[in-house]
């Protein structure tokens, strides 16, 4: 019953590399998120989606890019991949309810950058 | 932007005592506050949520309480268990196009035996 899907679990980049976090949903929600987790920091927002085409900039947007070309995909990418962006990385989507819906978590991808 | 503090980091609590987690949020426009529960290796998922139109509410074992006049919110967990331990996240956001959710730093709970 899986329905926010990440195209990787792990994945391994060296430093200067160009990485794409990729993400699809089944459920036609309209916004789509992209957060990094780290201990002690929690869920910090780097972009979100609210539309095809459409993007905002979160809390930590530096060093990062997104696409958002279909409804049900947003990517995330790494221009040039650096150490301190090492992390797992989430992607969520909600509806757009009119007080507030759930939002649905992909499984995670854990970047490691060398 | 909306700023959201949750206390305590950590927790530990017996078998079958009560749980306590608090958030405080800054902007006061937000109005829809729920709560994450992540297991270990796994993804966040919605445990409860409160609507900045009521006060309180309760699922069973877990309870919410808002107080929107202070800016907080709070988690209840009474007669926990082992499989309550994970860690929990606050978060707020106004909702509405392009709302965004704006997480707390989490809280390890651990319910010991």
């Known amino acids: 019953d899986v329905k926010v899907t990440q195209s990787s679990r792990y994945l391994v980049k060296r430093t200067g590399e160009k990485v794409f976090l990729e993400c699809v949903q089944d459920m036609d929600h309209e916004n789509m998120f992209w957060y990094r987790q780290d201990p002690g920091l929690g869920l910090r927002l780097i972009y979100f989606?609210?539309?095809?085409?459409?993007?905002e900039k979160g809390d930590i947007p530096e060093g990062y890019s997104v696409s958002r070309e279909k409804k049900e995909r947003f990517s995330l990418i790494l221009e040039s991949a650096s150490t301190n962006q090492t992390s797992m990385y989430l992607c969520a989507s909600t509806g757009t309810g009119g007080m507030g819906t759930e939002a649905f978590f992909g499984q995670g991808t854990r970047l490691t950058v060398v | 932007g909306e700023n959201v503090e949750q206390h305590p980091s950590t927790l530990s609590v017996q078998e079958g005592d009560s749980a306590v987690i608090k958030c405080t949020y800054s902007d006061s426009a937000s109005n829809y506050f729920p709560w994450y529960k992540q297991e270990l290796g796994k993804r966040p998922q919605l445990i409860i949520d409160?609507?900045?139109?009521?006060g309180e509410k309760k699922d069973q074992r877990i309870a919410v309480t808002l107080n929107k006049t202070a800016k907080h919110f709070s988690l209840h967990i009474t007669e926990t268990q082992p499989e309550d331990s994970a860690v929990y996240f606050c978060?707020?956001?106004?909702?509405?196009?392009?709302?965004?959710?704006?997480f707390g730093t989490g809280t390890r709970l651990q319910v010991t035996l």
């Open positions: 409160i609507r900045s139109n009521v």
């Open positions: 978060a707020a956001s106004l909702t509405g196009t392009a709302s965004k959710l704006t």
């Open positions: 989606s609210y539309d095809v085409k459409m993007k």
